[in-house]
C-alpha cells in the first residue's frame, strides 16, 4: 500500500453519542459508540485485558469513583462494568498478578486501597488497605514486575511526605522502600534501560533524578539526574524501532523529546507548551504519535517524521484541561482516552483510510 494512498485522523464521540468529525480527512465506515456515559471528569484512565476481555478504569475525583467499563464485543461500545466509590480519587491502577485482577485506587482523604476482582460476583471488592503513613497527597501510581516480583510506586507530591515502593508477598502489598525525601514528586516512570530496571521521578523542586534496581540490594539505589530539565512534571518513555527516548511535560516553557544515547539522554525537539500538564507517547500501526496537552488552548497531535528523525503537527483538538491521554485497542479498533479535570472525558478513534478501493 503505497504512503500517498492512505489517510490517517481521528475522530471524537461526543457526548450526545452523536459522531463528530474532528480531522480535515473523510472518515469512512465508523460506528457510533452508543450509551457510553462518560459525562464526567477524571484525572486518569487505565487499561487491561483478562480472560478476552478489554476494560477502562477512570478515576473520577468530582463522582468520588473508580468506573470501570468493558468493551462490549456484540454492541461494539464500552459499556459500565462497575463502580469503586472513594473519597476523591485521583488515580486507579489495574495490575494482573497469577490471573487475578487488582485496582489500586489512590486517595486524597480517606487513605488509598487496592480492590480485587471477584469472578463470582462480576465485581471488585476491597482486598487492602495501603499503609500510607508516608504518603499524603499521591499523584502517580507505577505497577511493574522486576524477574518474578511485582511492585507498585506511588509519587507523593506533600511536602511532608515520601514516594513509596510496595512489593507484592502473596497475600498483599506492602511497604517495600521510600524513595527520595521531602521533593513533592508529580511523576514516577519506570523502564527498561539497557536491560537493567530503571525508575524516573519527576519533582517540582529539583531535575528528575534517576534510580537503578540493585540486584545485589534488592533495592533501588539513586545513580543520577537529567540535567537542564528543571520543572519537568510527567515523564513518559517510549521506543521507535529500539531507541529509547523520553517525553518531559513542562506546564510552562518548551515541553522535551530526549533520546538515549552514550550512557546519557541527549535533547533532540522542544515543543511550545502553554498549561501542559502532559505529553503522551503512543502508537498506532507503525505510527508514532505525541499528545501534548494544554490548560488554555488546543492540544496538539504531532506525527514522527522517520526521515528527518523529529516529530510533526499533524492536528490539534480540543480538550478542557486534559490529564492524560491512554492507548485503548480492542476489535481491530484503535482509541484514545484522554481525561479531562474540567470537563467531560472524551474518546477519539484512529482511523486509516485506503483510498484506493
Request: aromatic share 16%; net charge negative.
Amino acid at each position: 500500500m503505497s504512503k500517498e494512498r492512505v489517510k490517517v485522523g481521528f475522530s471524537r464521540f461526543i457526548e450526545s453519542n452523536k459522531l463528530e468529525t474532528t480531522s480535515k480527512y473523510a472518515f469512512r465506515g465508523l460506528r457510533d459508540l452508543t450509551h457510553f456515559p462518560v459525562a464526567s471528569e477524571s484525572l486518569s484512565v487505565d487499561t487491561f485485558s483478562y480472560k478476552n476481555d478489554v476494560y477502562v478504569a477512570i478515576s473520577a475525583p468530582s463522582t468520588e469513583s473508580c468506573m470501570i467499563f468493558q468493551w462490549d464485543h456484540i454492541e461494539m461500545n464500552f459499556r459500565t462494568y462497575d463502580n469503586i466509590t472513594g473519597q476523591s480519587i485521583v488515580g486507579c491502577k489495574s495490575v494482573i498478578i497469577e490471573n487475578e485482577v487488582f485496582v489500586i485506587v489512590a486517595q486524597l482523604f480517606g487513605g488509598s486501597h487496592i480492590y480485587k476482582f471477584d469472578d463470582d460476583q462480576s465485581r471488585f471488592n476491597k482486598f487492602q488497605d495501603i499503609e500510607v503513613s508516608k504518603i499524603s497527597k499521591p499523584n502517580d501510581i507505577e505497577a511493574f514486575q522486576i524477574s518474578s516480583d511485582w511492585f507498585f510506586v506511588i509519587a507523593e507530591s506533600s511536602k511532608a511526605g515520601l514516594s513509596t515502593l510496595y512489593k507484592w508477598n502473596d497475600n498483599g502489598f506492602y511497604s517495600y522502600q521510600s524513595l527520595h525525601e521531602w521533593y513533592r514528586d508529580t511523576d514516577v516512570e519506570f523502564l527498561d534501560l539497557d536491560g537493567k530496571a530503571h525508575l524516573i521521578l519527576a519533582s517540582r523542586s529539583q531535575v528528575p533524578v534517576i534510580y537503578q534496581w540493585s540486584r545485589s540490594n534488592q533495592k533501588f539505589i539513586l545513580q543520577g539526574e537529567i540535567p537542564n530539565m528543571e520543572d519537568v512534571v510527567v515523564v513518559k518513555h517510549f521506543r521507535i524501532k529500539e531507541e529509547l527516548y523520553l517525553a518531559m511535560t513542562r506546564y510552562i516553557g518548551d515541553s522535551k523529546v530526549l533520546r538515549w544515547g552514550t550512557k546519557q539522554f541527549a535533547e533532540i525537539q522542544a515543543l511550545p507548551s502553554r498549561g501542559s500538564m502532559i505529553l503522551q507517547p503512543f502508537s498506532f500501526k507503525e505510527r508514532y504519535y505525541l499528545a501534548l496537552g494544554s490548560d488554555y488552548t488546543f492540544s496538539q497531535i504531532y506525527l514522527w517524521d522517520e526521515d528527518h528523525k523529529i516529530f510533526d503537527r499533524f492536528k490539534e483538538v480540543y480538550i478542557q484541561a486534559p490529564r492524560s491521554f491512554t492507548m485503548v485497542s480492542t476489535d481491530r479498533r484503535d482509541f484514545i482516552f484522554s481525561s479531562s479535570f474540567k470537563g467531560n472525558t472524551q474518546i477519539f478513534e484512529h482511523i486509516i483510510i485506503d483510498l484506493s478501493l
